[in-house]
């Protein structure tokens, strides 16, 4: 058997529940190579080698100082997990659900009689996202790692250089965030606000079939994160900074507003306590 790299998204933050399908939604099998699901269900894509632009230009607009824009090459194809780990896949592998959003969470009256198998799992430390690799990785005989910072965002752009996959506008239409019209991006359009997470992949994918992306719960990367690190990094499959205090978290949650789930925006936090910086 040939070996295969397989990154996987694992998620944190918080959630309480909305309309939910026990389904992945929009997500449309595909055979050959281009996807492998695994023992537990999870389906991983493959991510095409590539170039790109990593980062935001200076006039887009909420960009963040650190977003210093800078050519990446990604050498190597690998395979991302299609959808956020769900909080029944979690449970498979680690043998609990940390889920705030489940039924025996704190926030369990706001899925009362809902299946939140298919949430994703949320509250979970990067510390417990990278054992959770690791013992998927025995389980399957395959080596399964947090994607990098640049993996991420490659995977993320899925080959545009706007803020969004989507384009230049995004809102609550497109993604589990925030649905106030305050917090769009690109117009002044509100929509739902779930006040919660909801199933995986209830949004349309983007180019290369990866969903969610943009919102429902924020993911971990395997970096360090370093507000400078752009500045100096290496211009093939960067692997982020040798140290650092916090890790990597990417694309937003289902309170933020649209531009804390731009392509290029970025965020971070302690890779043991689990909620740093979260709220309920
Ligand atoms: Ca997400």
């Known amino acids: 058997m040939r070996t295969m790299v397989v990154v996987v998204n694992v998620a944190i933050v918080l959630a309480f529940v909305a309309a939910c399908t026990p ?6 099998p595909k055979g050959d190579d281009k996807e492998h699901t695994n023992s537990i269900g999870m389906v991983l894509v493959r991510i095409p080698a590539g170039k790109f632009t990593m980062g935001s230009p200076t006039d887009e607009l909420h960009r963040g100082a650190e977003e210093t824009q800078h050519e990446v090459a990604i050498t190597k194809s690998f395979f991302l997990g299609a959808f956020e ?5 979690y449970e498979k592998i680690m043998g609990n659900n940390p889920s705030f959003f489940s039924a025996k969470g ?6 009362a009689k809902k299946d939140t198998s298919s949430h994703p799992v949320e509250r979970v430390s990067w ?14 005989k395959k080596t399964y790692r947090l994607p990098t910072e640049a993996e991420w965002e490659y995977a993320c ?4 250089k706007a803020p969004f996959h989507t384009g230049g506008k995004f809102n609550s239409n497109l993604g589990n965030i925030n649905g106030l019209s305050y917090s769009s991006y690109g117009s002044e359009e509100g929509g ?3 006040r919660s997470t ?10 290369f079939n990866a969903f969610d992306m943009h919102g429902n719960v924020q993911e971990w990367c395997a970096d360090w994160y370093g507000a400078d690190y752009y500045k100096s990094s290496p ?3 960067p692997q982020g900074p040798e140290k650092g205090t916090e890790r990597v978290l990417r694309g937003g949650a289902w309170p933020s507003s649209a531009k804390a789930c731009r392509n290029a925006a970025r965020n971070r936090a302690s890779s043991s306590p689990v909620l740093n910086g979260f709220v309920t």
């Open 85 to 89: 780990v769900t909080q029944g896949q």
């Open 106 to 111: 704190a926030g369990k009256q706001r899925v």
């Open 127 to 140: 510390n417990d996202a990278v054992e959770f690799c690791k013992k998927l990785s025995a389980r399957e």
């Open 198 to 207: 909801v199933p995986v992949a209830e949004y349309k994918g983007n180019a």
């Open 235 to 237: 211009k093939s499959d």
């Open 23 to 28: 389904t992945l939604g929009a997500h449309q």
């Open 157 to 160: 752009r899925a080959g545009t």
């Open 192 to 194: 739902p606000f779930y």
